[in-house]
């Protein structure tokens, strides 16, 4: 009966630790490569035939933000069109750091202001994200 018992706490041990596991390996990737219902970041760029940006150490924030209007666009509240132009001003609007300050700072307001606009656009599609 005892050996059952040490077998079955084995198990269990072995089910948190891999659960503890994949939530952290999760957390570092933040979906950029894609996951649970999330598809890659890159995959996301490539849904309107532009290629790949690296927007460095901006990355999650932009991500963040073309998911939520990706969101909006596979629940029909944002039009194909409406979703690329919306990447496309990202990459037009991108500011890499070590540049201009100026043109740094306008970058970030930009961005800031498209991730609000983006995640207005998936609370009008989706539900979890109203009040409540």
């Known amino acids: 009966m005892r050996g059952l018992a040490v077998i079955g706490a084995a198990v269990l041990m072995a089910g948190v630790t891999g659960v503890v596991g994949m939530t952290a390996g999760c957390a570092n990737t933040s979906g950029l490569v894609g996951g649970w219902r999330a598809p890659a970041f890159a995959d996301l760029q490539q849904m309107?035939?532009?290629g790949q940006r690296d927007y460095g150490a901006d990355t999650?924030?932009?991500y963040s933000a073309v998911y939520d209007a990706y969101v909006a666009n596979r629940h029909g509240k944002?039009?194909?069109d409406?979703?690329?132009g919306f990447q496309?001003?990202?990459a037009q609007?991108?500011?890499?750091?070590?540049?201009?300050?100026q043109a740094r700072n306008a970058w970030i307001t930009y961005l800031n202001a498209q991730r609000a606009q983006a995640v207005t656009w998936r609370a009008s599609a989706d539900p979890t994200l109203?009040?409540?």
């Open 48 to 50: 309107c035939g532009a």
């Open 60 to 62: 999650h924030a932009v």
């Open 78 to 80: 944002l039009t194909q």
């Open 82 to 84: 409406q979703f690329c």
């Open 88 to 90: 496309a001003g990202l």
């Open 93 to 101: 609007h991108y500011s890499a750091p070590g540049g201009d300050a």
């Open 130 to 132: 109203r009040g409540g």
